[in-house]
């Protein structure tokens, strides 16, 4: 069974710093790429940032561009979203979602499992 | 990286079909055959319908249905059901390697 499990979230000050982690299980981690995808309250989704099956290729909303950064370790299956300059409008339940499709681009497929979400206050 | 459009909103009684339209430009829905339909129920994470426009994943009802045309995609929801009552979302592909979602369209089952 597919599993995705965030974790990481939590209260941050504006400016500051947080870590998100999903832990995968249940399929291959090393053959497909992640995303991560995020859900103000009440509001829409929004993707976020995404990373190729080795981590050599990552991608950005340009949102969040210069200010978080995505890696993964395949020997752990975890990805990781590393989140600093925190601002208020960065509030959200992060997901962590894979691919649907095998292979080294992030293109096609869409996102077959999600995890639950961790969510993140970033509030003074 | 605009959002993809949807309309807010769309209604329909039990046993009749749907379209819910999601129109970007020809740097994301036009230009790949990637987009992607989930559906969201409150509380609840997304859930893939539909991936590469058309292709339903297993487990998917056949009553979703998806397709393109220019730069606007659809998803179609036919014999409509009191469980699907939710909240829509598309997703595209696009020109960045990004991808990017449209606003979300609540379906309300009269």
């Known amino acids: 069974e597919v599993q995705l499990l965030e974790s990481g979230g939590g209260l941050a000050q504006p400016g500051g710093s947080l870590r998100l982690s999903c832990a995968a299980s249940?399929?291959?981690?090393?053959?497909?790429?992640m995303s991560w995808v995020r859900q103000a309250p009440g509001k829409g989704l929004e993707w976020v940032s995404g990373?190729?099956?080795?981590?050599?290729?990552?991608f950005y909303a340009d949102s969040v561009k210069g200010r978080f950064t995505i890696s993964r370790d395949n020997s752990k299956n975890t990805v990781y979203l590393q989140m600093n300059s925190l601002r208020a409008e960065d509030t959200a339940l992060y997901y962590c979602?894979?691919?649907?499709?095998?292979?080294?681009?992030?293109?096609?497929?869409?996102?077959?499992?999600w995890g639950q979400g961790t969510l993140v206050t970033v509030s003074s | 990286q605009s959002a993809l459009t949807q309309p807010a909103s769309v209604s329909g009684s039990p046993g009749q079909s749907i379209t819910i339209s999601c129109t970007g430009t020809?740097?994301?829905?036009?230009?790949?055959?990637?987009v992607s339909w989930y559906q969201q129920h409150p509380g609840k994470a997304p859930r893939l319908l539909i991936y590469?426009?058309?292709n339903r994943p297993s487990g998917v009802s056949d009553r979703f249905s998806g397709s393109k045309s220019g730069n606007t995609a659809s998803l179609t929801i036919s014999g409509l059901q009191a469980e699907d009552e939710a909240d829509y979302y598309c997703?595209?592909?696009?020109?960045?390697?990004?991808?990017?979602f449209g606003g979300g369209t609540k379906v309300t089952v009269l």
């Open positions: 979602a894979k691919r649907a499709l095998e292979g080294p681009t992030l293109g096609g497929g869409g996102f077959d499992y």
């Open positions: 249940g399929f291959t981690f090393s053959t497909f790429a």
């Open positions: 990373i190729s099956v080795t981590g050599g290729s990552t």
């Open positions: 020809s740097s994301d829905v036009g230009g790949y055959n990637y």
């Open positions: 590469d426009v058309s």
């Open positions: 997703s595209s592909y696009t020109s960045s390697s990004t991808r990017v």
